[in-house]
T-cell receptor
């Protein structure tokens, strides 16, 4: 039962253009959504989050959009830079047994071409 | 150090042997999580600690897997009688739950290879 899905395993974008990474979820009880970025041989690093009561959150070049009716969120990176090349994980958070446990998607490998 | 530290970074073992993986969380973080990432997959939740107790062990795949945490700090994940399907990257994360998004901070992981 895959509660969080990233249907695109990879994405290639030209430097300077917009990168759009997508994520779908099934559990309407999720209260926060987070995006993490992962470089090879490193742990995931937190990028940006959004509460389920919001529809947009922006931080510099990164914006996350949430469409609750469609159970869909997306991460926009603009302009894309070579250093953005990494695997991006979408994660959803729900309180369970006292923990805000994260449920992760499978990840999307973003490649920014010069 | 300031971040989550995991050791060893790489572990190669023979099928049937026991392995122990260690996690040093960020100082002061009360919550500690173990995840596993198999090849081509997302991160799979294994177990959560709040302080030294583990209220959620629901992700542990079998009774060969166990974990403990002492002193509200270091945690060890033990896999007994390892199998080839245990090969994965094991990631530890910590957080200080204040409400909100509960951002978890991850270590670099231990890459376990079972031959």
């Amino acid at each position: 039962d895959q509660q969080v899905k990233q249907n695109s395993p990879s994405l290639s974008v030209q430097e300077g253009r917009i990168s759009i990474l997508n994520c779908d979820y099934t559990n309407s009880m999720f209260d926060y959504f987070l995006w993490y970025k992962k470089y090879p041989a490193e742990g995931p690093t937190f990028l940006i989050s959004i509460s389920s009561i919001k529809d947009k959150n922006e931080d510099g070049r990164f914006t996350v959009f949430l469409n609750k009716s469609a159970k869909h969120l997306s991460l926009h990176i603009v302009p894309s830079q070579p250093g953005d090349s990494a695997v991006y994980f979408c994660a959803a958070s729900a309180k369970s047994q006292g923990a805000q446990k994260l449920v992760f998607g499978q990840g999307t490998r973003l490649t920014i071409n010069p | 150090g300031a971040g989550v530290s995991q050791s060893p970074s790489n572990k190669v073992t023979e099928k049937g042997k026991d392995v122990e993986l260690r996690c040093d969380p960020i100082s002061g973080h009360t919550a500690l999580y173990w995840y596993r990432q198999s090849l081509g997959q997302g991160l799979e939740f294994l177990i959560y600690f709040q302080g030294n107790s583990a209220p959620d062990k629901s992700g542990l795949p079998s009774d060969r897997f166990s974990a403990e945490r002492t002193g509200e700090s270091v945690s060890t994940l033990t896999i007994q009688r390892t199998q080839q399907e245990d090969s994965a990257v094991y990631l530890c994360a910590s957080s200080f739950p204040l409400g909100g998004a509960n951002i978890q901070y991850f270590g670099a992981g231990t890459r376990l290879s079972v031959l």
